[in-house]
């Protein structure tokens, strides 16, 4: 039986100390649910088998601070200054983004192969930020103590979704991983004027490249329509205020949502 903790708004260092491990995979609560996290290629490899998902669609990039983002992805100054807003109000956002050189040096360093499962075909991933406490903890320790990334997955059966219950996980995931940290209070703290039924399950995603993967240029206050633009792919929590934040940060931006996948 896959040990199961209460998350108590402190660093979870049972939680760090599996993922610093070799293959350690934890689930782990965020604003919308859970997610699957893991710091390496077997953790990954643990991840897809969890939740039978297909490896053609990667993970995600969980950064724990503004810094590790502007080291591992490409930004321009408008969509880091997009970020940076996002980061200042505490609202959680991914970004299809390219990897820095350095950055994708870096991941190809481990001599695994994770950068396979961790890059869609155009070498892109999602960047996500501000996605939860107990996740974010983690994320920013093992970034400034160990130098070292976390990847993470929703964690629910492959299209499924968890409604923000640990017990919805699933019994494959639960007994896939090493420990389960558990706040489902936290989770209902996030939207409490939603159901279980009709809060949101994912956060919002913008593509910030173009169809070869190539960041989108910068637009500057008097350009108009502009191609290729910031695009929203995924709703999802807060997407009332991204969506204001893209106007007041981009004159151009469109809506597609499940354009990505």
């Known amino acids: 039986m896959t040990k199961h903790i209460h998350w108590d708004g402190q660093l979870s ?4 100390d599996i993922i610093k491990g070799e293959g350690g995979v934890i689930v782990c609560p965020t604003k919308v649910g859970y997610i699957i996290m893991t710091a390496d290629k077997a953790g990954l490899e643990r991840k ?10 990667p993970g995600v990039v969980l950064c724990g601070s503004m810094e590790e983002l502007r080291e591992l992805a490409q930004l321009t100054p408008e969509i880091d200054a997009f970020y940076q807003k996002h980061w200042d109000q505490d609202i959680l956002l991914g970004c299809i983004l390219p990897w820095r050189e350095e950055a994708y040096a ?3 360093a481990y001599g695994d192969g994770r950068e396979e499962l961790m890059t869609d075909s155009r070498g892109t991933s999602c960047f996500v930020i501000k996605f939860g406490v107990a996740g974010e903890q983690i994320a920013k320790e093992m970034w400034e ?5 976390v990847y993470a997955s929703s964690a629910n059966p492959s299209g499924k979704g968890n409604r923000g219950k640990v017990d919805g996980i699933g019994e ?7 420990l389960v940290i558990e706040a489902d209070d ?9 159901t279980v039924e009709t809060r949101y399950e994912q956060g919002v995603m913008v593509s910030m490249v173009d169809a070869d993967g190539k960041l989108i240029p910068e637009q500057g206050e008097d350009s108009r329509s502009i191609s290729p633009c910031p695009v929203v792919i995924r709703k999802g929590l807060d997407i009332d205020k991204i969506m204001m934040h893209l106007s007041d940060h981009f004159n151009s931006w469109d809506y597609r949502q499940g354009e990505y996948y």
């Open 145 to 149: 103590t160990e130098d070292r990334m």
């Open 106 to 108: 870096k991941l190809k």
């Open 13 to 16: 260092q049972e939680g760090l």
């Open 172 to 178: 494959r995931i639960e007994s896939k991983v090493d």
């Open 48 to 57: 897809f088998d969890a939740k039978e998902r297909k490896r053609t669609k």
């Open 186 to 194: 936290y989770v209902a703290s996030i939207q409490p004027n939603k």
